[in-house]
């Protein structure tokens, strides 16, 4: 009984990590949702405009976790310079995310130029009597040809957004987020369906609808984060020059590079499983499909969690509060997975009624209320290894979350896919659902590293 009062936090604690979490939370809900329903309108279309679109979304993916990586792997050092109160630390961390998102943007550009076509025919290598693979490789093409123009709004949000929620501001980006996420969703009635008097554009509708609603979001955060100078103060004076302190530089490359490379190589393996699993049948890319959008609507619960595991804790390291942080990060996960397994339960019970929405074939419906079964069920175990994962994180660990989660992927997780979907008879369904079971040797590896407190350190005490 003890023991789990250690995990239970009081009111205030509870307080304090809604704060936090509510606002990533809905940012996060409502997009999930809106593209929820985006993934329905564009399902009425047809199976092959759905499975273009999935495709190039799996691999743009790759090119937006990357991102990610970026803005977070000098994101562990604004959290705890904000932490520490040094706000010129802040500035020069802002500094560097923009130099490498830019870079990053022109060469995401590149690739996707000339390397689109050849990436999206290798999900079309498998059987089936479902779906027509050249139909589906055109309306691929034609959704990323106009999505690459919202490489560039999208990593300007990234870059502002991830470190207006390092210094303690959540709720700029959140509503930034729910009036993009809403001129999507109007765009999308309009433009993939040709309402109103607008031409029906089908998926290409859909790319251009998603890339307006990225430059609105870009301009509502960008202007406030300028007007507010008093309040955002790493943007006072952030273009006069975009000169870094040396010494920052070679220490968020130290302690990043490890967190960049893990993003990418962890969102490749993502890519590379789902196209696993296409070897079984355009079908089963469709049904995936479904249930990952479906699933990402329930597990912005514990993705948000996450990131305020990163902020909270990072806050507390950067403080040199070691035992607190301690303290609070053990109620932050068991509160985690105590909410997933609640969430998940839903998810399974709601799991036939989601893919009866969408246009498509009975056997894609029923693949994929069996994914979103699988996807219910791993979601609390999903819960733990996401927040032991920022938990490694925020303590500046990159290479130890390196192992935790990209060579992971590529260990264990990619190979089991390949082998089970090409050399057994097993069904899609058992190889996604051995696949994802897998992950409990990474909750294992999680809790051990967690408990030795070998994350507990502060890496910006000698930074001025």
């Not at 009635?189 to 430059?215: C, E, K």
């Not at 309040?231 to 990043?256: D, H, T, W």
């Not at 969102?267 to 990402?296: D, F, H, K, P, W």
Request: hydrophobic content about 55%.
């Amino acid at each position: 009984m003890s023991k789990l009062k250690k995990l239970i936090g009081n009111r205030a604690f509870y307080k304090m990590v809604l704060a936090v979490a509510v606002p990533i939370m809905i940012q996060n809900g409502i997009s999930y949702f809106v593209s929820l329903l985006d993934n329905i309108m564009v399902g009425q279309v047809g199976t092959e405009a759905m499975s273009g679109v999935a495709i190039v979304n799996n691999l743009m993916m790759v090119f937006n976790v990357c991102i990610f990586g970026v803005v977070s792997g000098a994101g562990i050092f604004g959290a705890q310079f904000f932490g520490k109160g040094d706000h010129e630390g802040v500035r020069s961390t802002f500094r560097f995310k923009v130099i490498l998102c830019g870079v990053a943007a022109i060469l995401g550009i590149g690739i996707f130029l000339v390397f689109g076509e050849p990436l999206i025919n290798l999900y079309l290598q498998g059987g089936g009597e479902v779906g027509d693979a050249a139909l589906t490789l055109q309306e691929g093409k034609n959704y990323l040809m106009v999505m690459l123009v919202g490489l560039i709004p999208f990593c300007i949000v990234q870059t502002y957004a991830s470190t207006l929620r390092e210094t303690g501001e959540t709720v700029l980006p959140m509503f930034a987020g729910i009036v993009a996420v809403f001129v999507n969703l109007i765009f999308n009635y309009i433009l993939i369906f040709g309402h109103f008097g607008a031409p029906r554009m089908g998926v290409t509708g859909a790319a251009v609808a998603t890339v307006i609603a990225r430059f609105v979001e870009t301009a509502i955060i960008v202007f406030w984060t300028h007007k507010r100078k008093d309040k955002n103060r790493f943007a006072e004076g952030a273009y006069k020059s975009l000169a870094i302190p040396m010494s920052l530089v070679k220490q968020i490359c130290v302690k990043g590079t490890p967190l960049m490379i893990n993003e990418a190589l962890w969102s490749a393996g993502m890519a590379i499983l789902l196209q696993c699993y296409s070897i079984r049948g355009l079908e089963v890319v469709a049904g995936v499909n479904i249930a990952s959008t479906v699933a990402n609507l329930f597990n912005v619960v514990f993705m948000s969690l996450g990131s305020s595991v990163a902020i909270i804790i990072g806050q507390l390291l950067g403080a040199g509060k070691m035992e607190e942080a301690m303290d609070q990060d053990c109620k932050l996960l068991f509160f985690s997975v105590a909410v997933c397994v609640v969430i998940g339960g839903v998810l399974a019970l709601l799991s036939p009624l989601f893919p009866e929405l969408y246009n498509t074939e009975a056997s894609v419906k029923r693949l994929a209320a069996q994914f979103i079964c699988i996807e219910a069920l791993c979601m609390p175990m999903n819960a733990f290894a996401h927040a032991a994962y920022f938990t490694l994180r925020s303590g500046g660990k990159t290479v130890i979350t390196f192992l935790f989660d990209s060579v992971f992927t590529w260990v264990v997780s990619v190979p089991l896919a390949f082998c089970f979907s090409r050399f057994t008879l097993l069904p899609v369904v058992m190889v996604y659902l051995f696949v994802k079971l897998a992950d409990i040797i990474k909750c294992v590896i999680g809790y051990i590293l967690i408990k030795k407190g070998v994350w507990m350190q502060n890496i910006v005490v000698k930074q001025s």
